[in-house]
């Protein structure tokens, strides 16, 4: 069965993201519905994936990173001077794989891809 998993890396800090709000999204006839929210832990991943086995449908999915939080409970002097949330849309094409979606992050950019 496959599954879905994220980590949060914080590049500005060159570490794990801890405390990282995420929302879980599928596309439905109404649009992307809120499924759940995970925080992040201290290695900048979440506890259990955030999909697994029948939960995880061959459809259109959307992970919202809540970065601006993060970087406000960091210190940071550049928390929401540009990035607030990170939506990252994808799609699931085969449910019995497995589904990584990393996120690097700053206050200013960030990027993602599929992991194993």
């Known amino acids: 069965m496959g599954k879905l998993s994220t980590h949060v890396l914080d590049t500005s800090r060159g570490r794990p993201a801890a405390g990282v709000r995420i929302d879980v999204?599928?596309?439905?006839?109404?649009?992307?519905?809120?499924?759940?929210?995970?925080?992040?832990?201290a290695d900048g991943r979440t506890d259990e994936p955030l999909l697994a086995g029948a939960a995880l449908l061959v459809v259109a999915y959307r992970l919202v990173f809540h970065?601006?939080?993060?970087?406000?409970?960091?210190?940071?002097?550049?928390?929401?001077?540009?990035?607030?949330?990170?939506?990252?849309?994808?799609?699931?094409?085969?449910?019995?794989?497995n589904y990584h979606v990393p996120l690097l992050v700053s206050p200013w950019g960030y990027s993602t891809y599929r992991g194993s």
Do not use: H, M
């Open 25 to 41: 999204c599928r596309e439905e006839a109404s649009g992307f519905q809120l499924i759940k929210s995970v925080t992040t832990n």
């Open 67 to 97: 970065v601006g939080d993060y970087f406000a409970s960091t210190g940071s002097p550049d928390a929401r001077k540009f990035l607030d949330q990170v939506p990252v849309d994808f799609i699931v094409v085969d449910a019995s794989a």
